[in-house]
């Protein structure tokens, strides 16, 4: 008998003609991690609320839910609410309370458990979290990992049987969101508890689930054991789901195609490994090295900058100086609070260095004025949503205009939203557009002023692999026709698949600067999956799966 | 930094602000208040207060002086008339009792000072979630929702700087609009966020049950509830001193003597006590540092 089921279950939101989830079927036995995958809009999170009865949309719902054999209607209210735990994608806005030992025992106190017994969970719950050091602290001075971590143990504390977690580490970079999967990895094997977790990295998520389901339009389009998903996407060529796999699976296949029906692919570095060393006679072809124009001018100039928030505070920026050339694509990457965005918002003159300058077209920033400022470069910030002052698209992009005092309105705004492809978005409500939609609205507006640099920070931050495919195109669009792009992001893959120069912040200075090829090739650690299988093997060493198909001459088999 | 007074009891924190303030109300003397002045500002000292009692002291010191200025202005009691304000009499008697209330005044804001250090939200919160405790909840939310706001204007602020809308420049009206977009879009967003964070109360059942716990991170040792007893009876001392007009200034309707009695010496000792209680608890943990090694 399965610990959940779900049986026929069709769901429909009051106001919409379609169905959010249609004919959904599904058996969850005790103990197992289960991953949901899909585009977003594709009903992950109304599964999930269904089963969360507190957080249960208003609308129609047919077919049957059963946890425990039993449907969920039958149980108490409380009860449910302490076996079921959910944890949502925003980790700032789940966070209720100022410090963190008083977020911890919100739940507890609202179920009414005694002190003593909370002191005691508490106790067991910080120690297995590793949360000591932070208890007393507040909790807006933690970061988005930590944050989050909190909000697990909060839910934990609660002693859920059942686990959900709705897009977890969308907001989280790749360091904090691996620390994140782990504990949900031990919880899982250590302590038996069932979890759903929706997520679109799946990169990190194939080994330790038990099961996946990518759904699509509100049905569930591949359910199964991780290894033969992969290996359905890839036979019927699914373009919907192709951008999830990950990239040694796919050199697996393409590599050696005759061995789909087999049902082995290596999913992680360390199988992936293992395979490379069976693989005899791939050389790769000398690639001529791209000619590179000798004089090229630069358009953004960082020189000796230094920066700090506060007088007493320590130096987030010292000495920091970096030039972008005309039609570069510039990644600069980090980890967490190394500086990024506080570079961004240098360059963007948000900030003001406390030494040095920053230059455009070999002016300094300060002597232009504010307006021309805006016309010559496009800010895109982590909220896509901060853009808008306005309601819809269109408005906002009247007002720009009358602000710049530009002409042609009418006319420019025809151009380019259909160039974006998000015509059919100029007169939506802003708040009710899709995360990549609200992306590309952001990025007409700057566009709008026909700026000669933008400058984007975390563009990928919580988008699907196939939004974000999507995005990169556009911006590989623009940087193909001129554009000077400055990225910053913690998406190593994103950065290898897009950028052609990468910058390595560390210590508040630029430590390594080259073509990201060089940059990420010398990494150890902060570099792409496929970088890290084919270093020191017996193939040569490639960073991005266009590249190996590019440069790897395979032997015909015979 | 955290004294030695940070690591007690919120509740003997609470006790202690509580007879300080009682008794520097009933010992209206300039000696003693003069004396408490010192004291607290020393303790403010020891917090590592010392920027915000460098910024707030020149507030204090005006406010003190308004009281001695207008107290005589508007009492005319008091039996030695120095001289007459526009016909009016301004007596000596009304000027030590300004005086008196200033250094009163001056006083209690300095203790305030120390409160604000040492109850921090969270040890508020332990203390009023007893009494209340969805008040207490409510408080919370509220106590941070409050820089979380600020912090989102300032965000908001700096893209729309870059997209050349700016409420600081243009004319009034300009600005006035511009700020009132801005307030809008803040509102939007927060409200926004804030249906996550009612979501997020929701899946951790708050309205579940009737009856909300509060966890104790505090516990009262014995050692706190000596210090209670030593405070309570403090206190207690004082006040029935003040009732019998031992240290406090006669000043109505004759200016008194400020030379103390033998008893007043007495009480001047029970109030120093009292009013250096957080000095004291330091020096101790100071000592037994120092024999401890």
Redesign the interface.
């Known amino acids: 008998m399965a610990f959940i089921e779900i049986e026929n279950v069709c769901f429909q939101y009051p106001d919409s003609t379609d169905r959010a989830l249609h004919d959904l079927s599904l058996e969850i036995e005790e103990g197992e991690f289960i991953v949901v995958a899909g585009p977003s809009g594709c009903g992950k999170t109304t599964f999930l609320k269904l089963l ?1 009865t ?2 249960t949309p208003v609308g129609e719902l047919s077919g049957h839910v059963r946890y425990k054999e039993k449907p969920l209607e039958s149980f108490a ?2 009860k449910l ?2 076996e079921i ?2 944890v ?1 994608q ?1 980790p ?8 963190v ?2 977020e911890l ?11 003593d017994e ?2 005691q969970r ?1 106790a067991e719950m910080v120690h297995f979290f590793g949360l000591g050091p932070m208890l ?1 602290a507040d ?2 001075t933690l970061s988005g990992g930590q944050k989050q971590l909190v909000n697990l143990a ?2 934990l504390l ?1 002693r859920p049987k059942l686990l959900l977690l709705d897009e977890p580490t969308s907001q989280l970079d790749p360091l904090q969101a691996k620390e994140l999967l782990q504990f949900l990895q031990r919880l899982n094997e250590e302590f038996g508890m069932t979890i759903i977790l929706v997520e679109h990295r799946l990169e990190d998520v194939f080994l330790i689930a038990d099961q996946i389901l990518l759904m699509s339009d509100g049905g569930i389009e591949y359910n199964g054991e991780p290894k033969s998903v992969i290996q359905q996407v890839w036979l019927k060529d699914d373009d919907r789901f192709l951008a999830y796999l990950p990239s040694v699976s796919k050199l697996f296949y393409l590599i050696e195609p005759e061995k789909i029906h087999t049902g082995e692919v290596p999913v992680t570095v360390k199988e992936a490994h293992k395979w490379l060393k069976r693989l005899r006679g791939i050389d790769g072809l000398e690639m001529a090295a791209s000619t590179e124009p000798a004089e090229k001018n630069a358009v953004l100039q960082c020189k000796q900058i230094h920066f700090k928030y506060s007088k007493e505070g320590n130096f987030v920026l010292k000495n920091l100086s970096f030039t972008a050339f005309e039609g570069d694509f510039l990644a600069i990457v980090g980890g967490n609070g190394s500086g990024k965005s506080t570079l961004l ?1 240098c360059c ?3 900030v003001k260095p406390i030494k040095g300058a920053v230059y455009l077209n070999h002016k300094k920033l300060k002597t232009y004025k ?2 021309n ?2 016309g010559q ?1 496009g ?1 895109l ?1 982590q ?1 896509p ?5 306005a309601e819809t698209l269109e408005e906002e992009l009247t007002n ?1 205009s009358q ?2 005092k530009l002409t042609d309105t009418k006319q420019r705004i025809d151009s380019l939203t259909t160039q974006l492809g998000i015509h059919h978005i100029l007169h939506k409500h802003i ?1 009710d557009c899709s995360g990549g939609e609200q992306q590309k609205a952001a990025l007409a ?1 700057l566009l709008f002023t026909e700026p000669r640099v933008l400058l984007i920070d975390e563009p990928t931050k919580g988008m699907d692999p196939v939004s974000k495919l999507q995005f990169a195109n556009l911006l590989k669009e623009l940087h193909h026709n001129g554009m000077t792009i400055i990225m910053v992001t913690h998406d190593i893959e994103f950065a290898a698949n897009h950028a052609n120069r990468c910058l390595l912040l560390f210590d508040g200075m630029i430590t390594v600067d080259g073509p990201t090829e060089q940059v990420l090739k010398g990494n150890y650690f902060y570099t792409t999956a496929l970088n890290r299988v084919t270093r020191d093997s017996c193939v040569p060493e490639v960073l991005t799966l266009e590249e190996a198909c590019r440069t790897w001459r395979v032997p015909v088999q015979s | 930094m955290e004294t030695s007074l940070h690591h007690h009891h919120p509740f003997i924190n609470l006790l202690y602000y509580g007879c300080v303030g009682v008794l520097l109300m009933v010992f209206l003397h300039p000696i003693f208040l003069l004396t408490a002045i010192l004291l607290l500002a020393m303790v403010n000292l020891l917090h590592g207060n010392k920027e915000k009692l460098k910024k707030s002291f020149p507030y204090f010191i005006f406010m003190g002086l308004m009281v001695i200025v207008l107290n005589p202005i508007f009492v005319r009691k008091g039996a030695t008339i120095l001289f007459y304000f526009r016909n009016n009499p301004v007596t000596l008697e009304a000027i030590v009792y300004g005086m008196v209330m200033a250094f009163m005044l001056i006083s209690i804001l300095v203790l305030f000072l120390s409160f604000n250090h040492v109850i921090n ?2 040890k508020f ?1 332990f203390l009023f979630s007893k009494v209340w405790p969805q008040l207490a909840l409510l408080l ?2 509220t ?2 929702f409050v ?2 706001f600020i ?1 989102r204007w300032r ?2 602020y ?9 409420i600081s ?1 243009g004319s009034i009206r300009m600005r006035a609009s511009a700020g009132m ?2 307030m809008q ?1 803040l509102l ?2 927060s409200l ?3 249906l ?2 009612a ?11 009737k ?7 505090f516990q009262m040792t014995r050692r706190d509830w000596g210090m209670v007893v030593l405070l309570g009876v403090l206190t207690v001392i004082g006040i029935v001193g003040a009732k019998q007009k031992h240290g406090v200034l006669p000043i109505y309707p004759q200016l008194g003597s400020f030379s103390f009695s033998s008893t007043d010496w007495l009480y001047y000792g029970v109030f120093f006590l009292l009013v250096s209680f957080p000095l004291i608890l330091e020096g101790g943990e100071q000592i037994r540092w120092h024999l401890s090694k």
């Open positions: 969360k507190e957080l209210e409380k609410s302490q735990g959910y949502f925003n700032e806005n789940q966070i209720l309370m100022e410090d030992l008083s025992v919100f739940g507890l106190e609202n179920h009414g458990i005694d002190s909370m002191r508490v007393h909790t807006h909060s839910v609660l918002k963007t003159h948000i504010k307006e400022l805006a470069m800010y910030p909220n949503l901060l853009c808008f002052m720009l602000r710049l708040h507006l | 939200s969270r919160m919370m939310l106590i941070r820089p979380l912090r965000e908001l700096e893209v729309q700087k870059v997209r050349n809308h700016s420049q977009l801005y879009k939007t967003w926004e966020e804030a996550q964070s979501e997020s109360m929701k899946a951790r059942g708050f309205g579940l049950s009856k909300r716990t509060a966890y104790q991170a």
